[in-house]
């Protein structure tokens, strides 16, 4: 459980108000935000919160992508707002859409058919391919070859508090590969087959669990450990299209939890997914076809590869950010009171800027808040 991972593998980062030192070296990381061009309001509502809680201190770069090209409205107002570089990218035919191999009409069909049935986003077709991308592509586009690190963003996204340390050093210090704010459960109907590919890969590969893997694990209520078969879904006939050479009968008794990091917050080492093991998973469940007759999220790819890949000991959750994408936030402990003028760092900044903050989401305390760093109130 997340529990586990947080009390005996992972401690907060800081806690308390700290002084900002940002004169130590930066990581060799960039933020990543995937985005189309009619999402721009969006984008800057997340720029600035960014740029406003951590950014305008590091001035880290950012990489835009896009399957298409963005627009010079959307590059010059982007510039507008980010205090580090910015590079804009293209995403090709070779990490988006549907590949060769596949046979296009069956893939339309069986996204036709998610639609029908009504399953979240599974009828829209660019959606599935976005969801392929961050599973098997982001990491590969040749605007982040460069970079070790990243950190995603997305459109609407939210931080409540100041993010007074640099992330990626305290991962990199703290030997972290992947750091998460949310886990929540996903749909079950957009993933029905997901976890018998993703143990059969563990199975297949004869990865022995290295304490991760259990949290996405459903524990069986008392009644039911009798009856030790899992409960199998049936594979779709669409499956058919490109089965693997693997057995993705035996589960060995484990059912998904359906848990998963929340993947539009993520800050991770793109050595991780550009191992030669996390490139067999992706291609074992990407042949499987669930990109497209089921619509597989890139959360909970990424999170059953770092349950089949990594120990507890890898993971950082980072309690200590306020953060909101759409309805679902992590909010560390509420601050008892703004006390805006207590905040040392704050001390010197404008009448102009105090007036921001009052008028936003800015509440902090100078005391430390137990355990989750510096004090944050999420409305
Ligand atoms: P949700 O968070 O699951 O509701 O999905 P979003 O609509 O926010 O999409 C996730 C991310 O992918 C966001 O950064 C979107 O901007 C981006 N995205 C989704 N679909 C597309 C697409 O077709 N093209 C591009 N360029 N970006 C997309
Ligand atoms: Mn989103």
Redesign the pocket.
Do not use: F, K, Q, W
């Given at each position: 459980s997340i529990r586990r991972i947080s009390e005996d593998h992972d401690k907060v980062f800081a806690t308390g108000c700290m002084n900002i030192d940002n004169s130590g070296p930066r990581a060799n990381a960039a933020f990543v935000?995937?985005?189309?061009n009619k999402?721009l309001d969006g984008v800057i509502q997340s720029i600035k919160s960014i740029e406003r809680h951590f950014n305008r201190w590091w001035n880290y770069p950012y990489v835009f992508?896009?399957?298409?090209d963005f627009d010079q409205d959307f590059k010059d107002t982007i510039l507008n707002h980010t205090s580090g570089e910015v590079e804009f990218g293209k995403?090709d035919s070779s990490m988006w859409g549907f590949p060769d191999w596949v046979d296009h009409e069956v893939a339309k069909e069986g996204i036709r058919k998610q639609g029908d049935a009504a399953i979240m986003?599974g009828g829209m077709e660019?959606?599935h391919?976005?969801c392929r991308f961050?599973s098997g592509f982001f990491y590969k586009h040749p605007l982040l070859l460069k970079y070790e690190w990243y950190w995603r963003l997305?459109?609407?996204i939210k931080y409540f508090c100041d993010i007074t340390y640099d992330p990626f050093i305290k991962m990199a210090e703290a030997n972290k590969t992947y750091g998460f704010t949310i886990a929540v459960k996903e749909l079950r109907e957009t993933v029905p087959n997901i976890f018998r590919y993703a143990s059969a890969y563990k199975r297949t590969h004869s990865l022995k669990s290295q304490g991760l893997w259990e949290m996405f694990l459903d524990t069986p209520k008392e009644e039911d450990r009798e009856k030790k078969e899992p409960e199998q879904e049936k594979l779709p006939e669409e499956f058919d299209m490109k089965p693997p050479e693997v057995d993705t009968e035996a589960m060995e008794g484990e059912k998904y939890n359906m848990c998963h990091f929340w993947s539009?917050f993520e800050i991770a080492r793109l050595d991780f997914f550009r191992s030669k093991e996390y490139e067999d998973f992706f291609e074992m469940m990407d042949r499987s076809g669930g990109f497209w007759m089921e619509r597989w999220?890139d959360a909970p790819i990424h999170s059953l590869a770092a349950g089949a890949l990594l120990a507890p000991r890898d993971i950082h959750y980072f309690r200590d950010f306020g953060y909101r994408?759409?309805t679902i936030q992590h909010c560390p402990a509420n601050a008892p009171a703004r006390q805006l003028p207590r905040i040392p760092w704050l001390e010197k900044t404008t009448e102009d800027e105090k007036k921001r903050f009052e008028e936003d989401d800015y509440w902090a305390t100078a005391d430390p808040v137990k355990e989750n760093g510096v004090g944050c109130r999420c409305k």
């Open positions: 935000v995937l985005a189309r999402e992508l896009n399957d298409g995403i986003y660019s959606y391919h976005m961050y997305e459109p609407e539009n999220g994408h759409t």
